[in-house]
């Protein structure tokens, strides 16, 4: 008998209709034209407006991917929000998420994983499929636009709007879902990206100075560094035990931190540039929410085939990681 495994059922993607192109952040830091570009390859990224929120981009994502996996809303179990920028701090933003989906046979939860959140949204929820053999839809969305300190040159060239969403099915053929996961912390990096305020350690107060509540980066380098070995270990790891070689890999998809990053990372594991899915470039870093974004922009012009082999790998505040090896 063949176990039950998962699936990529549906694809879905949403971004804020404003685009911020470079020369408006190079202008207002000061920065000679082209700076952003050569640093990052960003060239562009969507922030929300006014009247946007964090669900309401989120389910932009997930009709999207319910619509495209054909599957009766009903069906849905679960419903996984990985997000740094919840609409509120409490109550969860993903049982308002799966209202508005009009998904009220599903359970929902947020989950707080930065940069890294989708991939540990996607090893649960592949787990779940398989346990319960029924489906899952994962969202990651952030609207980190509104937590930029736009004075703070590292962090205010980066960050972007954005959501992308898939839905795990059950498969019955083997042939799909995870075949490896890796999923690494490293606390000692604990407080290289963070919001200092807002939490339980630093709670808002009225003498609070803004930048506070705003989003820094403490050594841009160290975080790099730290990135590059984490991804790179993490994927080796996911492949040794996946028995995959780095011909095997039909599209490798990092999270999009920044240009010079995803190449890095692509070098120390021998994977071709044709093989690696990219929208930096246009949309920017939305922490978690870059790896199923450019699943879902690539899908759109490209369907991804049954029996292709995705690696996905994904490191950023925490400082958490992780790599995962799923077929289509």
């Not at 059922?9 to 190079?26: D, K, Q, T, W």
């Not at 690696?276 to 085939?305: C, E, W």
């Amino acid at each position: 008998m063949t176990s039950l495994s998962s699936r990529l059922a549906g694809f879905g993607h949403a971004v804020p209709p404003r685009i911020v192109f470079n020369r408006e952040i190079e202008d207002r830091l000061g920065l000679e034209e082209g700076w952003i570009e050569r640093r990052t390859g960003i060239r562009s990224r969507h922030w929300a407006i006014e009247g946007d929120t964090l669900t309401g981009l989120a389910a932009q994502a997930g009709d999207m991917a319910l619509d495209d996996a054909g599957i009766e809303r009903s069906e849905i179990a679960m419903t996984l929000l990985a997000t740094s920028t919840p609409d509120h701090l409490l109550p969860p933003s993903a049982p308002l998420l799966a209202h508005k989906l009009k998904l009220g046979n599903s359970g929902a939860i947020d989950l707080a994983g930065a940069c890294s959140g989708f991939l540990y949204a996607l090893t649960l929820a592949d787990s779940f499929v398989r346990a319960h053999g029924r489906p899952v839809l994962v969202v990651a969305a952030n609207i980190l636009s509104r937590r930029i300190n736009i004075a703070e040159r590292a962090s205010a060239v980066l960050f972007a709007d954005g959501a992308g969403a898939v839905v795990l099915g059950p498969c019955r053929t083997g042939q799909s879902g995870l075949k490896a996961a890796a999923l690494a912390a490293d606390g000692s990096g604990y407080d290289l990206i963070s919001i200092p305020a807002g939490g339980s350690s630093l709670p808002f107060s009225s003498d609070m100075r803004a930048d506070q509540v705003l989003m820094s980066m403490r050594d841009g380098r160290e975080v790099f560094t730290r990135a590059v070995d984490l991804m790179s270990r993490t994927s080796r790891q996911v492949m040794t035990e996946a028995a995959m070689a780095p011909s095997d890999i039909a599209c490798f998809v990092p999270h999009q931190a920044n240009a010079r990053l995803c190449d890095a990372v692509r070098h120390e594991l021998d994977i071709g540039e044709d093989r690696m899915l990219s929208t930096i470039g246009d949309l920017g870093n939305s922490s978690a929410a870059t790896i199923p974004l450019s699943l879902s922009v690539a899908h759109r012009q490209k369907p991804l085939t049954s029996g292709r082999l995705l690696l996905m790998t994904a490191a950023g505040a925490g400082f958490s990681g992780a790599a995962v090896a799923f077929a289509v």
